[in-house]
């Protein structure tokens, strides 16, 4: 059972546009929201995360957009460069269930120079 | 900082073999992480310790899948007897208590069973 929908599976952008991810999840519990970035052979790595009670959060071209009614959260890459081509994953989690994270789907963002 | 360590980084197998993974997490952290990717499953926890004792292990597939933690520095995920849907890479992660969103990948072993 999946708890947590990613879209797109795929995309491609041209070098300084941008790169829009989104998620949504059932779970109301979910009280922490990360995304996670992978380059090919690499384990994942801590992008960027949010918590519920922020509807944005930015770190240089990296933003994260929360919409707690709709149960959507999405992460935007501004500017977007070669080298941002990887896998993103968003993720989620519950404090009081060990911080467990559960994972979307993956998208694969390649962007064309 | 070494990050974390995980052996082999590539295994070949046949079905039916015994198989084990190795992970060596971030000295000072107390939380570790076994995960398996696949294309068709994406990122799936498998099993996680605090403090060298298993938490939750639901997420182990089958009675095939074992992890133990025997201390703060080394973790292993034995498959036993493996099988061809086995294949896939299985990830080591390790945070500090209190830092609940900073999960610590290591590189990955990825496994083939043929």
């Known amino acids: 059972q999946q708890q947590v929908k990613q879209s797109p599976q795929s995309l491609i952008v041209q070098k300084g546009g941008i790169s829009i991810i989104n998620c949504a999840y059932e779970?109301?519990?979910?009280?922490?929201f990360p995304w996670y970035q992978q380059f090919p052979g690499k384990g994942p790595a801590l992008l960027i995360a949010?918590?519920?009670?922020?509807s944005e959060k930015k770190e240089g071209r990296f933003t994260i957009s929360f919409n707690k009614s709709a149960k959507q959260f999405s992460l935007h890459i501004m500017d977007s460069q070669p080298g941002d081509s990887a896998t993103y994953f968003c993720?989620?989690?519950?404090?009081?269930?060990?911080?467990?994270?559960?994972f979307g789907g993956g998208t694969r963002v390649l962007v064309k120079p | 900082d070494a990050g974390v360590i995980q052996s082999p980084r590539h295994e070949v197998t046949e079905m039916g073999q015994e198989v084990t993974l190795r992970c060596k997490p971030i000295?000072?952290?107390?939380?570790l992480f076994w995960y398996r990717q696949t294309m068709m499953r994406g990122l799936e926890l498998l099993i996680y310790?605090?403090?060298?004792?298993?938490?939750?292990d639901s997420g182990m597939p089958e009675d095939r899948f074992s992890a133990k933690m025997p201390n703060a520095s080394f973790s292993t995920l034995k498959i036993q007897p493996s099988e061809p849907r086995d294949s896939a890479v299985y990830f080591c992660?390790?945070?500090?208590?209190?830092?609940?969103?900073?999960?610590?990948f290591g590189p990955g072993t990825r496994l083939t069973v043929t």
């Open positions: 949010i918590r519920p009670d922020v």
């Open positions: 993720a989620a989690s519950i404090k009081a269930a060990g911080n467990k994270l559960t």
């Open positions: 779970n109301t519990a979910f009280d922490y």
């Open positions: 310790f605090n403090n060298n004792v298993p938490i939750d």
């Open positions: 992660a390790s945070r500090r208590g209190g830092r609940a969103y900073e999960q610590y």
């Open positions: 000295s000072g952290h107390d939380y």
